[in-house]
C-alpha cells in the first residue's frame, strides 16, 4: 500500500495565483484532513472531511478550499495566493476510531513570492 | 476552542538517560484522545504513543510512557533509555469527539552521544 500521497512535494507561486493540492490516500478511510504547518510551529488544521462529500472547517480554514467526491482523494485548493500561505502542508487520513492515530502524507513545501 | 501548550521548546538528553517532555491542554469537554507524534528531518509524522481521556492507566509502548492527569489537564511523555534516532521534534495533539485535532508548538529533542 501507498498510504497517503500527495503532489506536488515543492511548489513555489506567485501572489494572486491559484493551485490545488493534491492527496490520495488507498486505505479506505472515511476521515481526511489537511494541515499546515509553519517554520518552527506544530500543525494547524484547516479543513477535514468525514467522508464523501461532508467537509468541515479547521481552525485556520481562511484562503482555502476542499472538496471531497471521493473515499480516496481530498484536494485542497488555494485561490489568490498569498505570502502568509508560505508553509507545508500535510494531508493525513484516518479510520472512524478516534483512538487511531492519523496517517500522514509526506507533505508539499509551498512558497508564495 | 481548545488548545495545546508545549512548554519547552527544546530539550536535551545524554544516551541511554531518561527525559520527559510536557504538553497541557485546555479544554472542557470529558472525553478526548491525547496523542504524542514524532517528527524527524524527513518531515514524517510518526506516532508515539496515544492516551484515551476515559482510561486511567497510563498508556505505554516500549520504551516511551504517558503520565496523563485529567484533572491537571497534563499529559507528559517520558522517554527511557533514550537512542540517538530519538532525536526529533516531538508534538503533543489533542483530538476531540468532533475530530477537531489541534498541535502545540512541539518540543525539539537534541540527544547526545
Known amino acids: 500500500n501507498a498510504g497517503v500521497t500527495q503532489t506536488p512535494k515543492f511548489r513555489i507561486l506567485k501572489i494572486g495565483q491559484s493551485m490545488t493540492l493534491q492527496c490520495t490516500q488507498d486505505?479506505?478511510?472515511?476521515?481526511m484532513y489537511w494541515y499546515r504547518q509553519d517554520p518552527g510551529m506544530g500543525l494547524k488544521l484547516i479543513y477535514y472531511s468525514v467522508g464523501a462529500g461532508i467537509t468541515d472547517k479547521g481552525e485556520v480554514p481562511n484562503g482555502y478550499n476542499v472538496s471531497r467526491s471521493t473515499t480516496e482523494d481530498f484536494p485542497l485548493r488555494l485561490e489568490l495566493a498569498a505570502p502568509s500561505q508560505t508553509s507545508v502542508y500535510f494531508c493525513a487520513s484516518s479510520s472512524l476510531s478516534l483512538a487511531d492515530t492519523q496517517y500522514f502524507g509526506p507533505g508539499t513545501r509551498l512558497t508564495v513570492l | 476552542a481548545q488548545t495545546v501548550t508545549q512548554s519547552q521548546p527544546e530539550m536535551s538528553v545524554q544516551e541511554a538517560e531518561t527525559v520527559t517532555l510536557s504538553c497541557t491542554y485546555d479544554t472542557s469537554e470529558s472525553d478526548y484522545y491525547l496523542f504524542w507524534y514524532k517528527q524527524p528531518p524527513s518531515r514524517q509524522m510518526i506516532l508515539v504513543i496515544r492516551?484515551?481521556?476515559?482510561?486511567?492507566q497510563n498508556a505505554t509502548e516500549n520504551r516511551f510512557s504517558v503520565n496523563f492527569q485529567k484533572a491537571a489537564k497534563s499529559f507528559s511523555l517520558k522517554i527511557s533509555d533514550s537512542q540517538l534516532g530519538d532525536a526529533a521534534m516531538y508534538f503533543c495533539a489533542y483530538r476531540s469527539v468532533n475530530n477537531d485535532m489541534r498541535f502545540g508548538a512541539g518540543t525539539r529533542l537534541t540527544v547526545k552521544p
Open positions: 492516551q484515551e481521556a476515559y482510561k486511567q
Open positions: 486505505m479506505n478511510h472515511n476521515y
